[in-house]
């Protein structure tokens, strides 16, 4: 299998991965998985694609990260790690991804500060005099 490479974004983490036949190591700008993301929920929502989809183990996976926090690049790996699937086989993997929401990228983002106010939403107290 040739390497298969594929792109994820949530908020403003975004995840470059490069995937290939291998014992499913999943390194992360140099580190292992359990390094770069210490919490187990974490390392779940990464590993979700291929737990859905049976494939635990059969693929190496290469990441580049940047940006965001770490739940935003987690559920970016996630988005990146399908759409990979999906480029290795589509017809056996992508109903499953999909009918789960895998495939979505989600489209929230933080809203901009205004001038002149607190926050996005905020306003200064009103004083009527």
């Not at 995840?15 to 390094?35: C, D, H, M, W």
């Not at 056996?92 to 809203?111: H, I, S």
């Amino acid at each position: 299998m040739e390497l298969i490479n594929a792109l994820g974004r949530r908020k403003s983490a975004v995840a470059r991965v490069y995937v290939n036949s291998g014992k499913g190591n999943i390194t992360i700008n140099g580190k292992p998985l359990e390094v770069y993301f210490p919490a187990e929920t974490l390392q779940y929502i990464a590993k979700q694609a291929f737990e859905l989809t049976e494939t635990v183990g059969m693929f190496d996976v290469n990441v580049n990260m940047f940006g965001g926090g770490s739940k935003g690049q987690a559920e970016a790996l996630r988005l990146a790690i399908a759409r990979a699937l999906c480029k290795i086989d589509a017809e056996q993997y992508r109903p499953a991804l999909k009918a789960n929401g895998f495939l979505t990228r989600d489209p929230r983002e933080v809203e901009r500060k205004k001038p002149g106010q607190p926050g996005a939403r905020k306003r200064f107290q009103f004083s009527k005099r």
